[in-house]
């Protein structure tokens, strides 16, 4: 299993084995990945890829009487999720934590720790009617727009060249 691992959590790479030796290209891979992987720990990954590395994942829909923001939060219960209308955002925060403490664990894809998800909603809300929901891992918060909203969209006229 260890050989499977470029390195432990403590990203020390492990001292060359006598394939390494043997065979220089693996040495360079593993220093390729090296190189990268601190390349890419020096900047802040979430402005460069975007909404690729945001989490958690949400679906958006509207209709003309409200938004509904659906989250998808596997692992975790009502309780880890606190849902705020700040700065006319949303926003999603809180903590996954880990199932187990296991210090036998020498690799893992999941992500456990604290996050938060912000997302502007650039209209008026009825603040007083939002609610939120939780089932099966996924947040829905519904926000209802007032019957009195005013249109923020004015549609400009295209006209042809040379025509009037």
Same mark, same amino acid.
Do not use: C
């Given at each position: +299993?260890?050989?499977? $691992?470029?390195?432990? /959590?403590? =990203?020390?790479?492990?001292? &060359?084995? !006598? =394939?390494?030796?043997?065979?220089?290209?693996?040495? @360079?891979? !593993?220093? +390729? =990945?090296?190189?990268?992987?601190?390349a890419? !720990?020096?900047? #802040? *990954?979430p402005?460069l890829?975007?909404? &690729? @590395?945001?989490w958690?994942?949400?679906?958006?829909?509207?209709?003309?009487?409200?938004?509904?923001? *659906?989250?998808? &939060?596997? %692992? +975790?219960?009502?309780?880890?999720?606190?849902?705020?209308?700040?700065?006319?955002? &949303?926003?999603l925060?809180?903590?996954?934590?880990?199932?187990?403490?296991?210090?036998? /664990?020498?690799?893992?894809? !999941?992500?456990?720790?604290?996050?938060?998800? /912000?997302?502007?909603? %650039?209209?008026?809300?009825?603040? #007083?009617?939002?609610?939120?929901?939780?089932?099966? %891992?996924? @947040?829905?918060?519904?926000?209802?727009?007032?019957?009195?909203?005013?249109?923020? *969209?004015?549609? $400009?006229? $295209?006209? *042809?060249? %040379?025509?009037?």
């Amino acid at each position: +299993m260890r050989d499977l $691992i470029p390195w432990g /959590r403590n =990203n020390q790479a492990p001292s &060359l084995s !006598r =394939n390494e030796q043997a065979v220089p290209f693996l040495t @360079l891979h !593993r220093e +390729m =990945n090296r190189l990268f992987d601190e390349a890419f !720990r020096s900047f #802040d *990954a979430p402005s460069l890829f975007g909404p &690729l @590395l945001a989490w958690p994942s949400v679906e958006i829909g509207e209709t003309d009487q409200e938004v509904r923001v *659906a989250a998808e &939060l596997p %692992g +975790m219960d009502e309780n880890d999720v606190e849902v705020l209308l700040s700065d006319g955002a &949303l926003v999603l925060r809180g903590e996954k934590r880990a199932e187990t403490e296991d210090k036998e /664990r020498q690799f893992s894809e !999941r992500f456990y720790g604290r996050f938060e998800r /912000r997302i502007p909603l %650039g209209f008026e809300i009825e603040e #007083d009617k939002v609610a939120a929901t939780f089932r099966n %891992g996924v @947040l829905t918060v519904t926000l209802p727009k007032p019957a009195d909203a005013p249109e923020k *969209a004015k549609r $400009i006229p $295209i006209t *042809a060249e %040379g025509r009037r």
